[in-house]
Structure formats: C-alpha cells, structure tokens
C-alpha cells in the first residue's frame, strides 16, 4: 500500500548514473484500516549505481522535522539498539538469576563493566582487518576457544588452533596489548 503513495518518486532519475548513491527524502500522510488517524510517513529512496531498482525504506513518525533529519534520528536509535542486542548476545546480561533486586542490580553492572571494557579493548586492539567484528564473534574465535597449555621449566606455551585466528593475526593482537601496558607504563 505504501509503495503506491510513492510510486512518482520511484522513477530513475534522469542523467547518467553517478557513482555516489542519489538519496532523496520525502513524506506524505497515511492511514492504516487499524489507525485512529492518518500518521506522517517518511520516504527515504537511494538510487544505487549499477541497481535496477531503488532501495526503499520507510518510517511512520510523529516528528515535525524535515524527512532527513527524522531518517537520521532513526538511524540513530537503530544504531543503539544494535549495541543493546549485541550486549544482550556477548555479554549475556539479560541472565538476572538471583532473587533479590539488590544482586541482580550488582550483577548488571558487571556486566555493563564487561561489555565496556570488552568494547575498549576492541577498539584499541584489533587490528584493521578484524575492527569489524562483533563482541559474540571476539568471545567464539579470541575467548572460548580450546588451548594446549604445554608448561617447561622457564615458559608456558598455549597451542590454539588457528581455525579461528590465524599466528599473525593473534600475534599482532598480542603485540598491540603489549603497547598498551607499555603507554600506561611510561604514562
């Protein structure tokens, strides 16, 4: 239904394609058979070079600002609401198992203090090619992995295998914790 309101605007554009996405943002009003009233609908429509077809995307909002601020805004939130999914998935800090309020409240700040220095340590650590990954993706391939512990007279050695990690990578890894302790050292 809502494709239909905005079926002028779904048009290519005209001239050739530009390499950078054609964004265009528009709003009109709207009301569903379950409404009330009719609801302000924004419009983002992002022409992308070589796509056949625009990609659309659409949100009923109550706000009075201008579509792009309001798609930005919901950006935004969405963007949050990642972090708080990501948290609920690493973390686990949805796991509020005691009885009483008081625990349970000590136990979520623990958490919280988990997944913050969690997201530190990957911000300041991971090298370019892994900044990407997720703290669920950090706790599978970097944390909840098995090792052999082999113990000699002057030096421990964790054998891990690198299914998950490869030597380099967990080597620069290490290396760039190193420099850590190093600055707070000196610092």
Same mark, same amino acid.
């Given at each position: 239904m809502l494709e239909r309101k905005i079926t002028r605007w779904l048009k290519r554009p005209l001239g050739r394609p530009s390499h950078k996405p054609k964004v265009f943002y528009h709003s009109f009003r709207y009301q569903a058979r379950s409404w009330a009233c009719d609801r302000r609908v924004v419009v983002k429509v992002e022409w992308h070079a070589g796509e056949l077809f625009p990609r659309v995307g659409f949100i009923v909002t109550n706000l009075k600002w201008h579509s792009k601020q309001v798609v930005r805004f919901y950006n935004r939130r969405g963007t949050a609401e990642q972090?708080? %999914?990501?948290? %609920?998935? !690493?973390? %686990?800090w949805t796991k509020l198992s005691c009885r009483r309020f008081k625990d349970n409240a000590v136990r979520l700040q623990l958490f919280a203090l988990a997944y913050n220095l969690a997201n530190f340590l990957r911000q300041l650590v991971l090298p370019k090619p892994i900044q990407g990954w997720t703290l669920t993706t950090l706790r599978e391939k970097l944390i909840k992995i098995g090792a052999k512990v082999v113990a000699h007279a002057k030096y421990v050695i964790f054998q891990l295998a690198e299914v998950a990690v490869p030597r380099?990578?967990? !080597?620069r890894i290490l290396e760039r914790i190193s420099q850590l302790r190093l600055a707070c050292a000196s610092g």
């Amino acid at each position: 239904m809502l494709e239909r309101k905005i079926t002028r605007w779904l048009k290519r554009p005209l001239g050739r394609p530009s390499h950078k996405p054609k964004v265009f943002y528009h709003s009109f009003r709207y009301q569903a058979r379950s409404w009330a009233c009719d609801r302000r609908v924004v419009v983002k429509v992002e022409w992308h070079a070589g796509e056949l077809f625009p990609r659309v995307g659409f949100i009923v909002t109550n706000l009075k600002w201008h579509s792009k601020q309001v798609v930005r805004f919901y950006n935004r939130r969405g963007t949050a609401e990642q972090w708080i %999914k990501e948290g %609920k998935n !690493a973390v %686990k800090w949805t796991k509020l198992s005691c009885r009483r309020f008081k625990d349970n409240a000590v136990r979520l700040q623990l958490f919280a203090l988990a997944y913050n220095l969690a997201n530190f340590l990957r911000q300041l650590v991971l090298p370019k090619p892994i900044q990407g990954w997720t703290l669920t993706t950090l706790r599978e391939k970097l944390i909840k992995i098995g090792a052999k512990v082999v113990a000699h007279a002057k030096y421990v050695i964790f054998q891990l295998a690198e299914v998950a990690v490869p030597r380099q990578l967990f !080597a620069r890894i290490l290396e760039r914790i190193s420099q850590l302790r190093l600055a707070c050292a000196s610092g």
